[in-house]
């Protein structure tokens, strides 16, 4: 007779009984393999729950009174679960995540959101994910200038500093990443998720194909409709491109 599957067991951890109720509900109602473990409703009590719990994943809100979930990551050290972060705002708190390649939901829940989420969480493949964390710990408590991005692929993950990425160069559904180091790494993500994630980090998307680090310009050859990076490459940029690119270049004072 074949063994029934143990469920994975997690906690929520949220200051709003509402959002608690809700992820609660969709759990129970859409999610076989989950069993809701306990509740917490601040960073206080979460540490708490999770040492006594020793749950395999934690939905931890990121804005709560007193503590917020970062310091809650802070005080815990070694983190043995799968982490889904939870938030209603914080646009930067939501960047950190992304560059740190962790999962998160955005409040109000949706149940097609909390199953993909558990999803990718599951398919990772890690329980221990400390490198990811401290990363995320890192960006938070540093200036612009010293973060730094998670490049994961599979079980492969890279941590480069944001300002040490000349360019992304787009090959259809795979993306290169070109380092000031002449060292590449191609990641079967879109170009798009990376304009998306970096534009405001100085990053031009000047082709389809082709997203730079505008500190990296040296030059605008305007007759051969390419960019001359620092690093003595050429980068074409497209036609409909070129006010654009321009007019960066002059509010950010680079010739």
């Known amino acids: 007779m074949a063994q029934t599957a143990r469920k994975l067991r997690c906690i929520i951890i949220d200051d709003e009984e ?6 609660s509900l969709i ?11 306990g509740t917490a409703h601040s960073a206080r009590e979460g540490v708490g729950l999770i040492n006594r719990e020793k749950p395999d994943m934690v939905f931890l809100d990121i804005e709560m009174p007193n503590n917020n979930g970062f310091t809650l990551l802070d005080e815990l050290g070694e983190l043995n679960f799968k982490l889904v972060f939870v938030t209603a705002y914080s646009e930067y708190a939501i960047q950190a995540i992304k560059f740190s390649a962790l999962d998160y939901l955005l409040k109000p829940i949706k149940a097609d959101e909390v199953l993909l989420a ?38 492969r993950s890279t941590v480069v500093r944001i300002a040490d990425i000349v360019r992304f160069e787009s090959d259809r559904n795979y993306t290169q990443v070109c380092m000031k180091t002449g060292e590449t790494v191609l990641l079967s993500k879109t170009l798009k998720i990376f304009d998306e994630m970096l534009k405001d980090h100085g990053f031009l998307r000047i082709h389809k194909s082709h997203l730079i680090n505008s500190a ?9 409709h ?25 509010n950010m004072s680079v010739r």
């Open 18 to 23: 509402p959002a608690v109720k809700n992820l």
């Open 27 to 37: 759990l129970d109602t859409y999610c076989n393999n989950i069993e809701v473990a």
């Open 118 to 155: 558990i999803e990718k969480s599951i398919k990772s493949g890690y329980k221990s994910r400390m490198n990811f964390y401290d990363n995320l710990l890192k960006n938070l408590a540093t200036d612009r200038e010293n973060q730094s991005i998670i490049l994961k692929e599979n079980d």
């Open 216 to 224: 990296n310009i040296d030059k605008i050859l305007l007759k051969e």
């Open 226 to 250: 390419c960019v001359l990076l620092t690093t003595g490459e050429k980068v074409k940029f497209s036609t409909r491109k070129k006010k654009e690119l321009s007019d960066f270049l002059k």
